[in-house]
């Protein structure tokens, strides 16, 4: 049986997704709360999950995927993890005040 996370290789992530066969279900997580379970492909092909950074807190997150496969398959069960940061603004000069 296949797996496969793909996440964009820079620190802002908009999709993360996985990809396999025979997989009964894919139950997301962001910082250790429950995000969303699928049990079919919304994405072409795949089980994925949209973020949106902007309205996550500044620092490092975590994205785990634990997927469940068919017991056909005989497969035990995977958790696959990503991280990403969202960083803060940087500090600006202000302009000439005086």
């Known amino acids: ?23 009964a279900r894919v139950v997301f997580r ?8 699928l049990t079919r492909p919304n994405r072409a092909k795949a089980y994925a999950l949209r973020i949106s950074p ?7 997150h975590r994205v785990t995927a634990t997927t469940t496969f068919k017991k056909s398959s005989h497969t035990p069960t ?15 000069l202000p302009a000439f005040t005086g």
């Open 1 to 23: 049986m296949r797996r496969r996370v793909d996440q964009p290789a820079y620190a802002v992530i908009r999709n993360v997704q996985v990809r396999g066969s025979a997989i």
């Open 30 to 37: 962001l910082d250790s709360r429950r995000v969303k379970t």
């Open 54 to 60: 902007l309205q996550q807190r500044h620092g490092t």
């Open 78 to 92: 995977r958790t696959l993890r990503v991280a990403y940061q969202r960083c803060a603004k940087s500090a600006v």
